[in-house]
C-alpha cells in the first residue's frame, strides 16, 4: 500500500518556539489531509490540501503543499501546551485512509 | 456537533475468545471504517464498508476478522478467536461520501486488551 513518512518522530519545544513536521510520500499524491490526535485522544480533522504549491492558515497553524505534490508540512509558530499531540499526515484512498507514522509533539511549560 | 460512538471504551478478553467492538457512525453518513493503533505507533487502516459491503480490507484484516452493519445505525467489528497482539486502540470513522476529498470523523475508540 501507500506510505508516507513523517519526520521528526518526536519533537519536544519550550513553551513559544515553532514546531515543524514533514510529510513525504514517494509517489505523487491526490491530496493531502492532517490530523491530530490528542494524548489518549481519537483523530480529528485538521485541514485537506489539493492544489500543488498550496498553503494553507489556521490560526497558528501553517499548512503547505509541495510543488511536486509529493510532500507536505504543517509549522506551528510559537507553540502553546494545547498543541501537544501527534501530529498525523494522511492520505486518501478510493475507499480509505493511510495514516503516516505521526510527529508527538511535546510542547515544555 | 454529531460523533461517532464506540462501546465499550475498554475490553479485556482472554486469548481465543470472541470480541465484538461496536459503533454508532453519525447518522447521516454512508461509508465506515474501522482502524486500530498499536500503543504509541500510527493508525492502521483495517476495512471500510459501504452499502453493506466491504469496499477495501487492508492484510491485516484476515479471516478473524468481520464487519456487519446489523441494523441502521451500528456497525461491528468482530475479531473471532483473539491473539494477544490484537491487543490495540480500535478506531471506528465515518465519511458523509467516499473519495479523496472526504474527511473521516473517528470515535473515542475501543482499548482491546487480550490476556
Known amino acids: 500500500g501507500q506510505q508516507v513518512m513523517q519526520i521528526p518522530q518526536y519533537q519536544h519545544v519550550q513553551e513559544g518556539e515553532d514546531f515543524t513536521t514533514y510529510c513525504n510520500s514517494s509517489t505523487t499524491l491526490s491530496n493531502i489531509q492532517w490530523y491530530k490526535q490528542r494524548p489518549g485522544g481519537h483523530p480529528v480533522f485538521l485541514i485537506q490540501l489539493v492544489k500543488s504549491g498550496e498553503v494553507k492558515k489556521q490560526k497558528r497553524l501553517t499548512f503547505q503543499f509541495g510543488e511536486a505534490k509529493k510532500n507536505s508540512s504543517l509549522h506551528i509558530t510559537a507553540t502553546q501546551t494545547t498543541d501537544v499531540g501527534t501530529y498525523f499526515c494522511?492520505?486518501?484512498?478510493?475507499?480509505?485512509?493511510?495514516f503516516g507514522t505521526g510527529t508527538r509533539l511535546t510542547v515544555i511549560p | 456537533e454529531p460523533e461517532v460512538t464506540q462501546t465499550p471504551s475498554h475490553q479485556v478478553t482472554q486469548m481465543g475468545q470472541e470480541v465484538i467492538l461496536r459503533c454508532v457512525p453519525i447518522?447521516?453518513?454512508?461509508?465506515f471504517y474501522w482502524y486500530r493503533q498499536i500503543l504509541g505507533q500510527k493508525v492502521e487502516f483495517l476495512v471500510s464498508f459501504y452499502n453493506n459491503e466491504i469496499s477495501e480490507k487492508s492484510e491485516i484484516f484476515d479471516d478473524q476478522f468481520s464487519v456487519e452493519r446489523p441494523d441502521g445505525s451500528n456497525f461491528t467489528l468482530k475479531i473471532r478467536s483473539t491473539k494477544l497482539e490484537d491487543s490495540a486502540m480500535y478506531f471506528c470513522a465515518s465519511s458523509v461520501g467516499r473519495g479523496r476529498n472526504e474527511k473521516l470523523f473517528f470515535g473515542s475508540g475501543t482499548q482491546l486488551s487480550v490476556l
Open positions: 494522511s492520505i486518501t484512498g478510493a475507499n480509505n485512509l493511510f
Open positions: 447518522s447521516n453518513h454512508l461509508y
